[in-house]
């Protein structure tokens, strides 16, 4: 079969949840035995989303190859349990820079550069460039940004362009939203129409429209939005809101969206879409009766997606063990030694997060001297790790001064410090140390009792390490070095052997939970916090 491309756009706001409805079909396509990836387009000009603040963009998510990419790529993994790659997530910035390069090695034979066709044809490339490596049935691609942004302009072309080249092979699905009016008790579907309007003037008819909304919507309104967008009524879809993103799936199968889009394909296939598996992780996660309690402690506690590979690894993991998950942020900046207690008393496990740069730092260490000393289960992901190896520096070993070079360059106890290969780099984005890395595990470590195998590899996003002269001094005083990286020496797994379970990981285990299989360190934790519950914590 000949690879099938299916286009997502966006219509009236951002934030509509492109990426779960994309993860979402490319799901039900999946059951139905097909082999899917999807492909995401931005329209800002950097290069990728790792210079970005996640204030602006929200969790960075790192590819086993090592690329830094918008977070959707997260949602796309962990629904369809694929690998991506950087050829799954291009930025309008690396479109330009191909360009510009190309021109400036004289590819363009002295022609004028211009939008159409040296931008597009570049945007096409990369579009197609994935069905001739992957062997792929179905390549779904997302368009980011809103219908109508200048800067989406030149890939909304690129997809004209592509629907006469591609015919039967290509379709489009735009999601729009339709607002519900409190005063006037009544929803409405002007800005859709509107929506659609402008999709057209750029020469794209949709096939298929979804509808996000707050309630499931009268089959009267899907009649009208139908006759004024030129849409089959068949083909009005509804994405109304639900407790979890992982039932978006479940509602677009009863509406047979799967079934449509092989209609309108020209693909016959009696197939019902299996997605069995997944049914059963929602019912197990609805039917959970008791409750397990995570703290989250960074800086970003008033931006949950920044933390949404963890979150989401954490709702994994609890629902393998059968509980729900109360997740709680909690602001690191706002914690001192006088309300500790009152913040972290009631937490059943505590997460020290991942991030960079000085500010929250020292709330992370109180936090932690604080779990440490009531055997709270901790878990600390790279920089949480480091906070972990400075807060024992500190408090055990005496080394009042210990801090990490990135936040006190001028520490005499430089426990944690800048990589060797970093110390000679004046680019910032792309440059630290990316993707998949091997780990070998210590015996009868807790790290290896998770696993059961004693060679992992996990994803990477750093440029600080444990400064390795001080591994014996550690180890003396009850610190263990767990996981080593075989090439490098670099330490990648802390634990505290005496305690319950108190674990620093240099990689991000987060980047590789999905639903199908939840990453072991995050099932291990959460087991040691619902060990927790019942135990009496004198504090």
Same mark, same amino acid.
Request: charged share 25%; net charge positive.
């Given at each position: #079969?000949?690879?099938?491309?299916?286009?997502?756009?966006?219509?009236?706001?951002?934030?509509?949840?492109?990426?779960?409805?994309?993860?979402?079909?490319?799901?039900?396509?999946?059951?139905?035995?097909?082999?899917?990836?999807?492909?995401?387009?931005?329209?800002?000009? !950097?290069?990728?989303?790792?210079?970005?603040?996640?204030?602006?963009?929200?969790?960075?998510?790192?590819?086993?190859?090592?690329?830094?990419?918008?977070?959707?790529?997260?949602?796309?993994?962990?629904?369809?349990?694929?690998?991506?790659?950087?050829?799954?997530?291009?930025?309008?910035?690396?479109?330009?820079?191909?360009?510009?390069?190309?021109?400036? /090695?004289?590819?363009?034979?002295?022609?004028?550069?211009?939008?159409?066709?040296?931008?597009?044809?570049?945007?096409?490339?990369?579009?197609?460039?994935?069905?001739?490596?992957?062997?792929?049935?179905?390549?779904?691609? &997302?368009?980011?940004?809103?219908?109508?942004?200048?800067?989406?302009?030149?890939?909304?072309?690129?997809?004209?362009?592509? $629907?006469?080249?591609?015919?039967?092979?290509?379709?489009?699905?735009?999601?729009?939203?339709?607002?519900?009016?409190?005063?006037?008790?009544?929803? =409405?579907?002007?800005?859709?129409?509107?929506?659609?309007?402008?999709?057209?003037?750029?020469?794209?008819?949709?096939?298929?429209?979804?509808?996000?909304?707050?309630? &499931?919507?009268?089959?009267?309104?899907?009649?009208? $939005?139908? %006759?004024?967008? !030129?849409?089959?009524?068949?083909?009005?879809?509804?994405?109304?809101?639900?407790?979890?993103?992982?039932?978006?799936?479940?509602? %677009? /199968?009863?509406?047979?969206?799967?079934?449509?889009?092989?209609?309108?394909?020209?693909?016959?296939?009696?197939?019902?879409?299996?997605?069995?598996?997944?049914?059963?992780?929602?019912? =197990?996660?609805?039917?959970?009766?008791?409750? $397990?309690?995570?703290?989250?402690?960074?800086?970003?506690?008033?931006?949950?997606?920044?933390?949404?590979?963890?979150?989401?690894?954490?709702?994994?993991?609890?629902?393998?063990?059968?509980?729900?998950?109360?997740?709680?942020?909690?602001?690191?900046?706002?914690?001192?030694?006088?309300?500790?207690?009152?913040?972290?008393?009631?937490? !059943?496990?505590?997460?020290?997060?991942?991030?960079?740069?000085?500010?929250?730092?020292?709330?992370? %260490?109180?936090?932690? /001297?604080?779990?440490?000393?009531?055997?709270?289960?901790?878990?600390?992901?790279?920089?949480?790790?480091?906070?972990?190896?400075?807060?024992?520096?500190?408090?055990?070993?005496?080394?009042?001064?210990?801090?990490?070079? &990135?936040?006190?360059?001028?520490?005499?106890?430089?426990?944690?410090? %800048? #990589? &060797?290969?970093?110390?000679?780099?004046?680019?910032?984005?792309?440059?630290?140390?990316?993707?998949?890395?091997?780990?070998?595990?210590?015996?009868?470590?807790?790290?290896?009792?998770?696993?059961?195998?004693?060679?992992?590899?996990?994803?990477?996003?750093?440029?600080?390490?444990?400064?390795?002269?001080? =591994?014996?001094?550690?180890?003396?005083?009850?610190?263990?070095?767990?996981?080593?990286?075989?090439?490098?020496?670099? $330490?990648?797994?802390?634990?505290?052997?005496?305690?319950?379970?108190?674990?620093?990981?240099?990689?991000?285990?987060?980047?590789?939970?999905?639903?199908?299989?939840?990453?072991?360190?995050?099932?291990?934790?959460?087991?040691?916090?619902?060990?927790?519950?019942?135990?009496?914590?004198?504090?």
């Amino acid at each position: #079969m000949f690879t099938k491309y299916i286009f997502v756009t966006g219509g009236v706001v951002s934030s509509l949840g492109k990426g779960i409805v994309a993860a979402s079909i490319g799901k039900l396509l999946q059951g139905r035995g097909y082999k899917v990836t999807i492909q995401k387009f931005d329209p800002y000009i !950097n290069i990728d989303p790792g210079t970005l603040n996640p204030y602006e963009h929200g969790e960075c998510y790192v590819t086993s190859d090592g690329c830094e990419t918008d977070l959707d790529l997260g949602h796309y993994e962990r629904f369809l349990n694929i690998l991506t790659s950087k050829a799954n997530n291009v930025t309008a910035g690396r479109i330009y820079q191909n360009v510009i390069n190309k021109e400036r /090695k004289g590819n363009f034979l002295g022609k004028t550069v211009q939008v159409i066709p040296h931008i597009t044809d570049e945007i096409k490339h990369n579009i197609m460039i994935l069905g001739k490596k992957g062997d792929y049935d179905f390549i779904i691609i &997302e368009i980011g940004g809103t219908v109508g942004d200048i800067e989406s302009l030149p890939f909304l072309e690129s997809v004209r362009q592509l $629907v006469w080249e591609l015919v039967e092979n290509c379709l489009c699905i735009h999601l729009t939203y339709v607002p519900y009016i409190v005063a006037s008790k009544e929803v =409405k579907t002007k800005p859709t129409q509107h929506s659609v309007k402008s999709l057209q003037e750029q020469g794209i008819q949709p096939n298929i429209l979804v509808l996000r909304t707050e309630k &499931e919507l009268d089959r009267n309104i899907c009649r009208k $939005v139908a %006759l004024f967008c !030129n849409v089959d009524e068949s083909s009005v879809i509804q994405s109304y809101d639900v407790p979890s993103i992982y039932e978006v799936p479940i509602i %677009l /199968k009863k509406q047979a969206l799967d079934e449509i889009i092989l209609n309108k394909m020209h693909i016959t296939n009696n197939i019902e879409s299996d997605i069995t598996h997944w049914e059963n992780f929602i019912k =197990k996660m609805k039917s959970a009766k008791q409750t $397990v309690t995570i703290g989250i402690v960074g800086k970003y506690a008033d931006l949950p997606d920044a933390y949404k590979s963890i979150s989401e690894s954490l709702l994994q993991a609890a629902t393998f063990h059968k509980h729900k998950l109360n997740l709680i942020l909690i602001h690191s900046e706002k914690i001192n030694e006088y309300n500790v207690i009152s913040h972290l008393k009631n937490i !059943n496990g505590i997460i020290i997060a991942p991030g960079f740069g000085k500010r929250g730092i020292e709330g992370k %260490l109180i936090a932690l /001297k604080y779990a440490r000393e009531k055997n709270k289960p901790t878990f600390g992901i790279c920089l949480g790790m480091q906070c972990m190896i400075i807060e024992f520096a500190r408090n055990v070993l005496g080394l009042t001064d210990a801090n990490s070079t &990135e936040i006190d360059q001028t520490t005499s106890e430089k426990v944690i410090d %800048l #990589m &060797e290969k970093q110390k000679h780099l004046t680019v910032v984005g792309g440059s630290m140390r990316l993707g998949t890395y091997e780990c070998q595990l210590e015996k009868n470590s807790k790290a290896i009792k998770a696993y059961k195998t004693n060679i992992i590899k996990e994803r990477h996003r750093h440029r600080y390490e444990f400064n390795i002269t001080y =591994k014996n001094l550690f180890e003396k005083k009850g610190m263990k070095c767990t996981g080593i990286n075989p090439d490098t020496n670099l $330490v990648e797994i802390i634990e505290i052997p005496n305690l319950n379970w108190y674990i620093g990981t240099q990689f991000h285990p987060e980047y590789q939970s999905t639903i199908v299989k939840p990453n072991p360190l995050f099932i291990s934790f959460i087991e040691a916090s619902i060990s927790s519950i019942n135990k009496i914590l004198h504090v």
